[in-house]
């Protein structure tokens, strides 16, 4: 017994040790078989040191009295003089209840643990052969197993072993135990043993050299006669010899069971022969397989039986593993069989799953092994069947990033070393993480998680799935991985011959200039080359697709080369969405966006972001041009902030209409061309607004500081106001100005037309951006007229000289830069001239006809065809604008829908007041949106603004392809055209000049 003092300084001293019951340790240390080691306080820190210090002391108590009285001593004298072994022992005895009973049955087996050698440190099928080597029946195996087992365990729980070398020490001792499972049949069975040839192949975590402490060992049996022997026969005997192996490992014993042999892997399951011949085999893969067999056969390893039959059969499979992602549907067949798992995983367990689970060990297996079946067809440094070894392969190739590498493989060892401490505790097959305190508390802390376990524990383990579940879904379901999965396999590869042959039927027109590109990106063993094969077979047929895959393949060309010493661009188009599709569509598409680009090429990362393409709203937009300005150090420089805005924003927009128009895989051509043509031109009115605003402030900024003398409106006018520019419009704009309090007049008018000198020369620097063009023509006396004026100058025009088509222009004034409230009064004021009250007058009617009429006989370019024409012919932008105006001049005072600056709202509100028929409607509004895509298109296609369809081909068939019309469509898209607008303008003579 012990004194009270001493009890309670122990108590404290094993609580702080880790012990959840101290009086109970007490008890057990008081036991007189712990004699020996009692009070000794190396024991007591070795204790601590464990997962589980109560557990460890009473598995050492049940060590120690199991062993004969004459081998106590010897057991206590090593346990309390050698570190090595007291370390191993006490770890497996507070990690493992299991192997502490197998201790318990067998007391002399603690002598495997005390070795302490180099060479035994990562053992091989070797030396486990030689521990098996004695075990000539089942329950000896087991035995013999266990206490291998004991080994593996012992290094696991010290460290020095790592969970990939204790995967493989598992999987080369399951190897070592089928080779002796399957001598004690033959032995049982000589005259089997002597008809056939049998080899075991390992499937799964065994074959991939990475098995857990309990799980099935999936196999696949291979059988050939013996020479001279008849086929069928020796299949039989081949089969007998395969069912008592099997029995062998799985059968319980008064020694418990080594694991279940699992056999459902070969060709029909478990409806099919347990053993065939290796033809059989192949003829079933060759005809019969699903894309799962496949996937499984790469991690397929001979292992047991005879050597040479199964390293045919390996040799015979292999090629076809290689082959399988050339198979129809092969990446969504892989991705679907995922999701089944994950969706038959029951409710109740799918949080606590850890490996089938989402975040699991299988979703990084998977993602694995979905690379290695698409990309080793080509690269044979991605043939191994273990994942981390494989997932390491995929990094140094480029095939995954190697910071997503990095994190995978990190989350991957701590979700192994979950497992496996999981199931070592009572050697027992499962995939759940316990959850009671207790076991979580032994968990955490065989993890080396000490302070809190619990909270850690689940921490770690949260923080470490959801990294793979990211991952797993970034990786798994790359848009690339599909279209890489389809090349035939010398596609992957660009061999100069092969590719210039592919390039010239893909319909590239200068196949010798395409090669170079090529050479030039993809040649050389670096990273970025590595990755660059990867993604140049996929986007040549991305680019061949368009209606000009040479200038693709320059452009990408250009955009790598000026990124092609920054990390993050190849990453991106290599894992981020669509981001590599999208770029090919863009490149290809024209000029326009790819010289955006090339002047800002870090703006390709918008194509990677999934709200990358959204435009920009124009508060958004100000705010950063605004911001831009005050930071420049004089006003040239502010312009040029405020241009890389717009080029920045320019290029969204593009990239956005061409993505939409051309359509993805993952995002299909929009169905709505009005969407897209109200998108761009809001988008573009925004950025045009917001760079004026730009212009305006560093014109301010220059001479007056913070404040002008005189208040500021820019309004827009045309397209502008009317939110409806495209790329290559001009900005129509009116000035107004108004004194400061205190301000003389003449000092205001000076500073307000400075301002606008000062403006107009900002915006018409030279510069390689897209111009944007300020147009005042349609102000007061036009040309001869005064650039800017102040409000009240504008009410006394008005009322006195204003003549109906400058009413008529009004209808499409909106403040758009400077005084807000100023705007919004030039606004009140020019109300009642553009919705006069009770309507326009017969007199101001035909004065619109007639102008309209001069405008179709002055203004149409000389040679242009009037049919084809998309601003001024015959059913183009302008007659569907004249007729709406007209109807918003006559009705506009009585329909407050009519009351808008856009063209397609006006109209929407015309047809609702009942002001025009439906079909009427609808064959207008069809009209003006297609001739507004046809602007579009050319400034898309050509890089310059045009009214026109182009002549040049090439240039012709890109517009097509923007406009929906594929290959060999050019003449229906023209002749589409031609008739859209010949029944607009059938309406325009109807509604607009009453014939």
Partial sequence: MTVPGRRSSTFTRLLRHGFTDPSGAERLLDLPELAALRGDSVLLDALGATADPDLALRGLVRLVEAQPESERQTLTTTLLSAKPFRDRLLGVLGASEALADHLARHPRDWETLVTYEAAD???????????????????????????????????????????????????????????????????????????????????????????????????????????????????????????????????????????????????????GPLVRTLSSHLAYYQRWAKTWEFQALLKARPVAGDPELGSAYVDAVSPLVWQAAERENFVTDVQAMRRRVVDNIPVAQVDRELKLGPGGLRDVEFAVQLLQLVHGRSDATLHSGSTLDALAALAAGGYVGRADAAQLDEAYRFLRAMEHRIQLYRLRRTH?????????????????????????????????????????????????????????????RLSPKAAGQRLEA???????????????????????????????PVLLGWFADSADPDAGLLGFRKVSDALGKTPWYLRLLRDEGAAAENLARVLSAGRLAPDLLLRAPEAVAILGDPEGLRPRGRDHLEQEVLAAVGRADDAEQAVAAAR????????????????????????????????????????????????????????????????????????????FGGHELGYGSDADVLFVHEPRPGVDDQEAARAANRVVTEMR??????????????????????????????????????RRWSLVWESQALLRAAPMAGDP?????????????????????????????????????????????????????????????????????????????????????????????????????????????????????????????????????????????????????????????????????????ELFYGA
């Fill in 432 to 492: 759940l993480v316990p959850e009671g305190d207790e076991d979580l508390r032994r968990l955490g802390r065989s993890l080396g998680l000490r302070t809190d376990p619990v909270a850690e524990l689940n921490k770690e383990w949260r923080r470490h799935a959801s990294v793979v579940r990211r991952l797993h879904e970034k990786i798994f379901y790359r848009p690339l991985l599909d279209a890489v999965a389809q090349l035939a396999p010398g596609e992957i």
């Fill in 644 to 719: 890389g805005v717009r080029r920045r924003e320019l290029f969204r927009t593009a990239a956005a209409d061409l993505i939409d128009a051309y359509g993805t895989e993952d995002s299909p051509r929009t169905s709505d061309p009005g969407a897209l043509v109200d998108r761009v031109g809001q988008a573009v009115t925004d950025l045009n607004a917001a760079t004026l605003a730009g212009a305006l402030r560093a014109a301010v900024r220059a001479e007056w500081g913070d404040e002008l003398p005189t208040r500021f409106a820019v309004i827009g006018m045309g397209r």
């Fill in 761 to 798: 020369r900002l915006l018409q620097l030279p510069t390689t951006d897209p111009p944007l063009l300020i147009d005042a023509d349609l102000r007061p006396e036009g040309r001869s007229g005064p650039m800017v004026r102040t409000l009240a100058s504008y009410q006394a025009y008005y």
């Fill in 121 to 271: 440190l990562h053992p091989g099928v070797a030396d486990f052969e030689r521990g098996l080597a004695g075990a000539t029946d089942p329950v000896a195996l087991r035995i013999a197993y266990r206490r291998c087992l004991l080994g593996i365990a012992a290094r696991d729980v010290c460290g020095t072993t790592d969970v990939a070398q204790a995967a493989a020490e598992l999987a080369d001792l399951a190897t070592a135990t089928l080779r002796a499972a399957l001598a004690i049949a033959k032995a049982a069975e000589p005259t089997d043993a002597a008809q056939c040839r049998l080899a075991v192949i390992a499937m799964g975590k065994c074959g991939g050299h990475e098995l857990n402490y309990v799980s099935d060992v999936d196999v696949i049996f291979v059988g050939e006669p013996a020479e001279g022997a008849d086929e069928a026969k020796a299949l039989q005997a081949a089969t007998r010899l395969a069912s008592h192996l099997m029995r062998i490992c799985s059968e319980t014993t008064v020694e418990g069971t080594i694991w279940p042999v699992d056999a459902n892997l070969r060709p029909e399951g478990r409806n």
């Fill in 506 to 536: 893909l319909g590239y027109a200068d196949p010798a200039a395409a090669l170079r590109h090529l050479e030039a990106l993809a040649s050389g063993v670096s990273r970025k080359a590595a990755i660059q094969r990867t993604l140049l």
């Fill in 821 to 989: 409230e100023l705007g919004q009064r030039f606004i009140e004021l020019i109300d009642p001239l553009r919705y006069p009250a009770e309507g326009l007058g017969e007199d101001a009617v035909r004065e619109i006809r007639r102008l309209k009429a001069r405008m179709e006989s002055e203004r149409l370019p000389r040679g242009a065809d009037p049919t084809l024409h998309a601003k001024l012919g015959r059913g183009g932008l302008s007659d569907v604008e004249w007729t709406v105006q007209l109807l918003q001049m006559r009705h506009g005072w009585a329909e407050p829908g009519l009351r808008t600056t856009r063209t397609r709202a006006a109209l929407s509100a015309a047809h609702a007041a009942g002001l025009i028929p439906t079909e009427e409607a609808q064959t207008l509004d069809e009209a003006w949106v297609l001739a507004t895509r046809v602007r579009n298109a050319v400034m898309l296609v050509r890089g310059r603004p045009g009214d026109t369809f182009p002549s040049e081909p090439r240039e012709l068939a890109a517009v097509g392809r923007y406009l929906g019309y594929g290959p060999g469509h050019v003449g229906e898209m023209v002749d589409d055209y031609r008739r859209i607008t010949r029944r607009a303008r059938a309406v325009v003579d």
